[in-house]
């Protein structure tokens, strides 16, 4: 497998723009191209790496912290318990969080090994075993609108497996009855026009 032997000059506006983690970011990016990735890209506004264009791993920044996300993390080994789940209801990928630049330096080494080891899942052909759509609780006010507008549920079928997920999810977040009531009620248009929540 040949190794990416130089970085794509595209994501130099990414790198060099000032923003908030910044440097972390660049020795992020500096370990990553240390392990035998094959592409540098954009992917969903951050970088991501891959090999063969399958997706190992991502950079992403939020208020609090940066992260690398392991698209197969769930199925590395993570012998130094560093990986997150970053909510409940993500399945296959998992975090390591930071928030400043000594911690990424003092994890360098730690940081390439994972790095090598999701190259090493992916190439294997490990598959993240998901949950089925029927194996997440659906909402008694999900049920109840449902039942009382054919359509809807008729809508609600027809969507796939990944989109009926992502709105079980979100409506399943609210804690009060009410809330979820109203999350049902926002995106029943979305829903009947067979589209996905972030459609």
């Given at each position: 497998m040949k190794k990416l032997n130089?970085?794509?000059s595209k994501f130099d506006s990414f790198f060099n723009k000032p923003q908030q983690w910044g440097e972390e970011f660049s020795k992020l990016r500096a370990i990553i191209l240390g392990c035998p990735v094959t592409e540098e890209e954009l992917k969903w506004g951050w970088p991501c790496y891959s090999v063969d264009g399958k997706n190992i791993v991502l950079m992403h920044g939020f208020k609090e912290y940066c992260a690398l996300l392991f698209f197969k993390g769930v199925l590395m080994k993570d012998p130094k318990g560093i990986l997150i789940q970053q909510t409940e209801h993500v399945q296959g990928p998992?975090?390591?969080?930071?928030?400043?630049?000594?911690?990424?330096?003092?994890?360098?080494?730690v940081l390439k090994a994972y790095v090598n080891e999701a190259i090493d899942v992916e190439k294997s052909g490990a598959k993240v075993k998901l949950k089925a759509t029927s194996d997440f609780k659906v909402p008694e006010e999900l049920k109840r609108k449902l039942e009382e507008n054919p359509a809807l549920k008729k809508a609600f079928e027809a969507l796939t497996p990944g989109r009926q997920r992502a709105y079980l999810f979100f409506f399943s977040q609210a804690k009060q009855s009410q809330t979820r009531e109203a999350r049902i009620e926002k995106c029943a248009p979305q829903i009947l026009k067979g589209k996905g929540l972030n459609d």
């Amino acid at each position: 497998m040949k190794k990416l032997n130089k970085t794509n000059s595209k994501f130099d506006s990414f790198f060099n723009k000032p923003q908030q983690w910044g440097e972390e970011f660049s020795k992020l990016r500096a370990i990553i191209l240390g392990c035998p990735v094959t592409e540098e890209e954009l992917k969903w506004g951050w970088p991501c790496y891959s090999v063969d264009g399958k997706n190992i791993v991502l950079m992403h920044g939020f208020k609090e912290y940066c992260a690398l996300l392991f698209f197969k993390g769930v199925l590395m080994k993570d012998p130094k318990g560093i990986l997150i789940q970053q909510t409940e209801h993500v399945q296959g990928p998992r975090q390591v969080r930071f928030t400043n630049a000594k911690e990424i330096a003092k994890m360098a080494p730690v940081l390439k090994a994972y790095v090598n080891e999701a190259i090493d899942v992916e190439k294997s052909g490990a598959k993240v075993k998901l949950k089925a759509t029927s194996d997440f609780k659906v909402p008694e006010e999900l049920k109840r609108k449902l039942e009382e507008n054919p359509a809807l549920k008729k809508a609600f079928e027809a969507l796939t497996p990944g989109r009926q997920r992502a709105y079980l999810f979100f409506f399943s977040q609210a804690k009060q009855s009410q809330t979820r009531e109203a999350r049902i009620e926002k995106c029943a248009p979305q829903i009947l026009k067979g589209k996905g929540l972030n459609d």
